[in-house]
């Protein structure tokens, strides 16, 4: 079992920015790709950047491309999510998700709130 935790998030004005951190617990080797998804209230959770294990590969969202950077720190057991250029329709709860390497089950944290302001 893996437990996941974020932090970090919070309001704050247009153009500003916030760094999320997900703490990972439990069975940590057996962790694989991990994501960032956000929730905006009414609407779908999607997803929002992807890491590898290595963390070499990472992928982005076409609405955050540019803005956001996703990172890992596998020593500590981290994953952050650097947000700039913050925009309102970035409001959502973001979650952040792992997925095991033996068999692929996924694991999600309980989300943090982010909320953009104009």
């Known amino acids: 079992q893996v437990q996941l935790v974020e932090s970090g998030g919070g309001l704050v004005q247009a153009g500003g920015s916030l760094r999320l951190t997900c703490a990972a617990s439990?069975?940590?080797?057996?962790?694989?790709?991990m994501r960032w998804h956000r929730q905006a209230p009414g609407k779908q959770r999607t997803w929002v950047a992807i890491?590898?294990?290595?963390?070499?590969?990472?992928y982005y969202a076409d609405s955050v491309k540019g803005r956001f950077t996703i990172s890992r720190d596998n020593a500590e057991n981290t994953m952050f999510l650097q947000m700039n250029s913050l925009k309102p329709e970035d409001t959502a709860v973001y979650y952040c998700n792992a997925v095991s390497a033996r068999d692929y089950s996924e694991y999600w944290g309980q989300g943090t709130q982010v909320t953009v302001s104009s």
């Open positions: 439990g069975s940590t080797s057996s962790i694989n790709t």
């Open positions: 890491i590898t294990n290595g963390g070499s590969n990472t």
